[in-house]
Structure formats: C-alpha cells, structure tokens
C-alpha cells in the first residue's frame, strides 16, 4: 500500500504538483493519464525519493524507493556497460542474488553489447527486465510501451498481469488507452497538477470517448480535408 497525502511540488515559483492525496493497494494496477506536461513523471519521480516535495508519502515497505522498480520514460545508462552488468549493477543495489541472468533474457536482448548502443525499444526491454529481477514490491512504469514494437508490448502487458497476480502495486502511465484498458483496475486523471477524476474498468469506455471528444471536438473539421 502507498499512502500520498496533500502532496504538492513547486519548480521555483510555479506549482506543478497541487495537493495530491491518493492511494494504490498491493495487488492492484493503477493508470495515470493526462496531456503532456500534467505532471506525471513528477509524481512519478516524488514517488521514487528523487525529487523534494511537501506533503506525506506512506507506504508498508520502507523506504519506499528501496522497494520500488522504476522505469523511466528515456532510461539512462552509463556509456561502457553492457546489458548484462547493467542487470547485474541493479541486483547488487537491492543485494539481490542473481545467477544465469542470459536464462532470464526474455526479451532477447545482445546483454554483451554496450546498453547505451541499444534502441530506444531495446533500452526500454533492458530497464524493464532489471528492474524486475530486483525483487521489487511496488513498480512505476512511466510509458512502457512507447517505442517498443508490438510483441514486446505483448509481453509487457502479460509482465503487468503477472505482477498483479503476484500481489505487487503497479502504477502506469500511458498514451495509449487500450494498453491501459487491458492493463488497469482504475486509471486516474491528471490535469494542470491535480487529479480530476478517478474511474474504475466499468467505465473506462466511457473515460476514453469523454477523453476523444474534449480532444478531438471538431478539430479534424478544422483542416478542411477532402
């Protein structure tokens, strides 16, 4: 369980974070949708311990970033480590045991290259497969599926239901709603800092089509195409 209490985060003097209070309960996956800019890797990365914040987060395992898989939008690695010791460099940060890692490699990654020669798919792969061989209890995955071709988005969404079965706490982020329809029990809405609304499977349906209408509107009009 991870409590967020009145958080609120400022960049100088503008407020990009206004008094979030939110909870995500073990064995359930959470979505975070909201226009670019809303705040969400923010959140994300308050809820990871790297950046200053007022306000409370709780959780059952402390401290929470010792127990928590984060995965970045643009992962970052170090320009001459390969695959693997990248795998095994994250291990050794959660004193996890790892032996055999090339059996583990699901995603059929060349672990013997330098990570930072990889593709931008591949280094997604890379950070997400780390990540999961740390043991961890709670992930944030910050748009896993961008940039990863479509088997692999297959495998991700089943790596989501696995964790979920598992008991663990997963929040996503997504820009596209079906990956998130086939992923979450409740997806909340960030807008301008401020969750807005929270809405449960039953009616994401609905969530989508309010989403495409205030987006869309009659903007394709607007083009005159014929």
Known sequence: MIHINNL?????KQQVLHNINVQFEKGKVYG???ENGAGKTTLFRCLAGLEDF???ITSGLQPLKHHLGLLLTEPYFLPRITG???????CNARNTSITDIASKNIFDLPLHKYAAQYSTGMKKKL?????????NSYFILDEPFNGVDIQSNMMIVEIIHQLKALQKTVIISSHIFSTLSDTC????VLQNGSITQTVQKADFASLEQTMKNVTIGNKLQQLGLV
């Open 127 to 135: 950070a997400i497969t780390a990540i999961l061989l740390q043991g």
């Open 84 to 90: 693997q010791e990248y795998i095994q460099l994250l």
């Open 185 to 188: 029990d409740t997806i909340h």
């Open 54 to 56: 007022d306000g409370e």
């Open 32 to 34: 975070i949708v909201g």
């Open 8 to 12: 609120s985060k400022h960049f100088g």
